[in-house]
């Protein structure tokens, strides 16, 4: 399988707590995005890199997220004190922008409970 | 700001039939677009885009039609399959792909037997 694979698929953890999501990407792709998705909404933009390099972070990105990338291969995705607004699901997509292909290909996600 | 939108939360098919799914948006720098299809706890699955030199665009029972005047696309399904059944995202994003993907909320299709 040479999809995008994110691990944990889900995740249930207590207000206040600390969790890490990782997300492997495409072979090859250089590019890597992630996007939250919650009850009843398209998924919204996070934040994406080009190789190592964090291009963009969106405002709901707040101090409490970080996210890496590393080496330019997987990513990391790292929620502190955890708060019952961020259970949603977290994508993953990768793209590769040497090629003539602009499509963001999509993980299956992790979904997130607060509790 | 709900730069798309998806105006119908469901739509109800006949198997065999056309399923036509719409999407309207409006930020004029948006210059590719995309329609996504999801099932239940899985991440979205590519199915067509169109960059906006173009108007039409098709993949065998998929065919994605772009107004740039109106700012809408559509994306019509024919013959709708059972297993079309999901909820279907329109995306856009400025400088072809290149950036962050803009969302609508869905379209939940049905197809009926």
């Known amino acids: 399988d040479t999809g995008v694979s994110q691990d944990p698929r889900h995740k249930i953890t207590k207000r206040g707590q600390n969790v890490t999501f990782r997300c492997d990407p495409i072979?090859?792709?250089?590019?890597l995005y992630w996007y939250r998705q919650t009850l009843g909404q398209g998924p919204e933009f996070l934040t994406y890199?080009?190789?190592?390099?964090?291009?963009?972070k969106s405002r709901l990105l707040s101090d409490r997220f970080s996210a890496e990338r590393p080496k330019g291969s997987f990513s990391t995705l790292e929620i502190q004190r955890t708060e019952q607004g961020d259970s949603a699901m977290y994508l993953c997509a990768s793209r590769d922008t040497s090629s003539l292909e602009e499509t963001q290909y999509f993980g299956p996600g992790t979904r997130l409970l607060v509790l | 700001d709900q730069q798309v939108k998806q105006n119908s939360p469901s739509l109800s098919v006949q198997e065999g039939r056309i399923s036509i799914l719409n999407c309207d948006y409006t930020?004029?720098?948006?210059?590719?677009f995309l329609w996504y299809k999801k099932y239940p706890a899985e991440g979205p699955t590519f199915l067509i885009s169109?960059?906006?030199?173009?108007d039409k665009n098709e993949d065998g029972r998929f065919t994605v039609f772009l107004n740039k005047s109106a700012k809408h696309l559509s994306l019509h399904i024919v013959p709708s399959q059972p297993g079309d059944s999901a909820v279907y995202f329109c995306?856009?994003?400025?400088?072809?792909?290149?950036?962050?993907?803009?969302f609508g909320t869905g379209t939940r299709l049905t197809i009926i037997p």
């Open positions: 995306a856009a994003s400025v400088n072809f792909g290149n950036e962050k993907l803009t």
């Open positions: 890199f080009q190789n190592e390099a964090q291009l963009e």
């Open positions: 930020n004029s720098m948006f210059d590719y």
């Open positions: 072979s090859e792709h250089n590019r």
């Open positions: 169109i960059s906006s030199i173009k």
